[in-house]
């Protein structure tokens, strides 16, 4: 009686250590196998889809109100002026501050606000940033976020791209670009203003791109003109940003496809 009872409970042990066995296999094998477990790879995210459809266009122009100081020359060392000579670029260069002509003022950022994250418009190419006589073309710049930007050397010297963005998520990259090198690409992931593109080697050297998660975007040219596109008819709300000369909004309606605002910014207190 005791020797029965002493084998069924040894093959009781038994099969519940196999039973054991084979749940720890299985879970093991869960883990290891693709799509199961921890090692399931992240769903994709879903495309965004267009909300914010139309035909409309907003125009208008910046004007500066006062007088700007003196922009100052730049320590430009003997490589960069020749780089400017065979770029046709007029010396001696000067600082950006305030870019002005007929009274309109350059460089200012125009932004749709509330308006919800669109996707890259189709046929959208990258941004391309040009160094260039030992500057950034253009200085101040806008493109979307997922964009790519595009920098290329178009000096006969080194330069290193050092990017400095403060919002959290953009990373901060520091590489260096010879002369007649491959372009070399950013993608931002978060919307920043004015995130600040540099050369540690020529520390005159600057390029300011908005990242923005729509299209509704411009940037003033030379006589401080601007244009948005594919508005659709409807009330909206402009901002106006420049780096010295501080910001202001305007409201709009879109009327028939068009619609028109001038604003003036001015020169900022000493």
Aim: charged share 20%; net charge negative; glycine share 8%.
């Amino acid at each position: 009686m005791t020797q029965r009872t002493e084998r069924g409970s040894l093959r009781g042990r038994a099969s519940g250590a196999a039973t054991a066995f084979s749940l720890f296999s299985a879970a093991a094998a869960a883990l290891l196998l693709p799509g199961c477990g921890g090692s399931k790879p992240a769903a994709p995210a879903a495309p965004i889809e267009a909300t914010v459809k139309g035909d409309g266009v907003v125009t208008g122009k910046v004007t500066l109100e006062g007088t700007p100081p003196e922009e100052q020359p730049l320590p430009l060392d003997q490589a960069c002026n020749d780089s400017c000579q065979a770029h046709d670029k007029e010396t001696p260069r000067l600082t950006r501050n305030y870019v002005v002509k007929d009274g309109g003022l350059a460089e200012v950022l125009v932004t749709v606000v509330d308006i919800p994250a669109q996707p890259i418009p189709a046929g959208t190419g990258p941004l391309t940033i040009t160094q260039r006589g030992c500057e950034y073309e253009p200085y101040v710049a806008a493109c979307q976020v997922g964009q790519t930007i595009h920098v290329v050397n178009d000096d006969p010297l080194t330069h290193n791209i050092h990017t400095m963005p403060k919002v959290s998520g953009n990373k901060e990259v520091n590489q260096s670009q010879a002369a007649k090198a491959a372009p070399l690409d950013f993608v931002y992931d978060k919307p920043e203003q004015f995130l600040r593109f540099k050369c540690d080697v020529h520390p005159w050297m600057f390029s300011y791109v908005s990242v923005l998660n729509h299209p509704f975007f411009a940037v003033t040219g030379e006589d401080g003109s601007f244009e948005i596109k594919g508005l659709p008819d409807g009330k909206y709300k402009l901002k106006f940003e420049h780096r010295k000369a501080g910001e202001t909004t305007r409201e709009v309606e879109v009327k028939d496809g068009k619609a028109t605002a001038d604003v003036v910014l001015k020169v900022a207190s000493a």
